[in-house]
């Protein structure tokens, strides 16, 4: 079954220390977690993905700064998001082509459904949509 990428509203708890969000697999998350990265560094606008991951579906959450995401389908379907609140979460699932915009102090957290050794990509948009074609 394909999904389409969405906005997962995470659980929120507030006191009087400030707020807390966080992920529970099954509850929040369509995907099994195999593994989990972050992106982080960077004090200038940064291009990334421009990319497709064909075994492996994510979630992103932007613990800080602003992250920007275009995503493509097989069908060429594209989708916008932008993600600024660690209390939302963007999930998309494999075969979605993608491109990212981080502004600077930006820390993107990616949560994936295959280890890093299991991971494959795709890397030239005309080869993503030479899929599309062999899908048909």
């Known amino acids: 079954m394909v999904h389409s ?65 275009e995503l493509e389908n097989l ?11 660690p209390a939302e979460a963007l999930y998309f699932p494999r075969l979605h082509w993608i491109d990212l915009t981080l502004e600077p102090n930006t820390v993107l957290t990616v949560f994936a459904s295959c280890l890093l050794e299991e991971d494959e990509l795709v890397r030239d948009h005309a080869d993503f949509k030479r899929l599309s074609a062999s899908a048909t």
């Open 75 to 85: 069908s060429g379907e594209k989708f916008q998001f932008t993600l600024s609140h």
């Open 5 to 69: 990428p969405r906005i997962i509203q995470l659980p929120k708890v507030s006191s009087k220390s400030g707020l807390l969000s966080f992920i529970e697999e099954g509850a929040d998350l369509p995907i099994d977690i195999k593994r989990a990265y972050w992106i982080y560094g960077s004090s200038a606008l940064v291009k990334r993905g421009n990319h497709a991951h064909t075994n492996s579906d994510r979630v992103m959450v932007c613990m800080a700064g602003s992250v920007h995401i």
